[in-house]
């Protein structure tokens, strides 16, 4: 549960939903495979790799059970990927390969971390799935699937700016104090909690709310 990271994961695989919800028409069976796939590739692949550069979640996963998840996870999702390329098109196959280098360089911080930036992240995380369950449902690219995948990526790039420093926060921070000082003279003291809580509380209400969302926009098309 700590290598999926279930909301952020669930966020994630919204993206897809949404993209999915602004094609002409919508096909439950690419939606749930597609969704499936990226599960795979995000929720367990993409971690598993985080985790194996740099421990940054502290799981007691050996490596080796950490490379089988990500091999299986991403492996997974790209076998999905080829049977859409014979059910749905060969756009299909550019996204897998587009999708696989993504899961792979961006966690492995590969090409000199070149790929590992906040850009990155958006256009990965974001904009990506977006794209990709407007292109299986729709069986190409058109300008809404585009304008949905960029407002995806700003929303991943939102959730990163709150992400970024809460992580700092709760990870590497040892101590933090202070005092804020209002202008009606009330004072608020500085700590690890007070400065964590307002990112935290903002990140769990846009986990909830732009799957919510993803779900009700789905469902009219259902």
Known sequence: MTLVHPPYTAWHLSYVLLG????????????????????????????????LHGRPLGTQLTDRTLIVLAAGGIGGA???????VAVVSWWIAILVAVGVWLAVAYNLELVGGRFHTD???????????A???YVVNAGS????GVVVAAGCVALSAGQRALSTPVRRLRRHTVSLEGTQLLDD???CELSIATAA??????????SAGIVLLAVGLIATRW
């Open 197 to 206: 809580a307002p990112l935290d509380h903002a990140l769990m209400a846009l």
């Open 78 to 84: 790209a076998v999905i990927g080829l049977v859409g």
């Open 141 to 144: 690219l058109a300008w809404e």
């Open 185 to 187: 003279g009330t004072q």
């Open 131 to 133: 794209l990709v369950g």
């Open 119 to 129: 850009l990155w992240f958006s256009l990965a995380w974001g904009g990506f799935p």
């Open 20 to 51: 999915a919800a602004a094609a002409p028409s919508v096909d439950h069976a690419r939606v749930v495979w597609t969704v499936v796939a990226f599960f795979l590739a995000v929720g367990i692949g993409a971690h598993a790799l985080d985790e």
